[in-house]
Nanobody
Framework: QVQLVESGGGLVQAGGSLRLSCIASGRTFNSYNMGWFRQAPGKEREFVARISWGDGTAYGDSVKGRFTISRDNAKKTVYLQMNSLKSEDTGVYYC??????????????????WGQGTQVTVSS
């Protein structure tokens, strides 16, 4: 089992940048595929980015070219670098983990563990 704790959210002006971090507990972090999702008020949880144990990545269409996901297995941490932020990027950002033997996915319901979320607010 793994526990996830996000940090790095905050208030930023449109066009600015933020870097989110997600620290995992447990000894087998590199056996998990990791994902970032976000949820705006009144909307469903949305896929943002994912990274596999082998560093393969995928991004949601709305963030391609602006966001970058990365991981540091030694630090048991996954990052989300967010550049050129827009007001529509506002929401609670969640980190999620999925056992790597299950494969990769962009579907939130297929992830095994979730963090508590960190708020990102982009002012226009």
């Amino acid at each position: 089992q793994v526990q996830l704790v996000e940090s790095g959210g905050g208030l930023v002006q449109a066009g600015g940048s933020l870097r989110l971090s997600c620290i995992a507990s447990g000894r087998t972090f590199n056996s998990y595929n990791m994902g970032w999702f976000r949820q705006a008020p009144g909307k469903e949880r949305e896929f943002v980015a994912r990274i596999s144990w082998g560093d393969g990545t995928a991004y949601g269409d709305s963030v391609k070219g602006r966001f970058t996901i990365s991981r540091d297995n030694a630090k048991k941490t996954v990052y989300l670098q967010m550049n050129s932020l827009k007001s529509e990027d506002t929401g609670v950002y969640y980190c999620a983990a999925r056992h790597s033997h299950k494969g990769v996915t962009t579907a939130a319901e297929r992830y095994d563990y979730w963090g508590q979320g960190t708020q990102v607010t982009v002012s226009s």
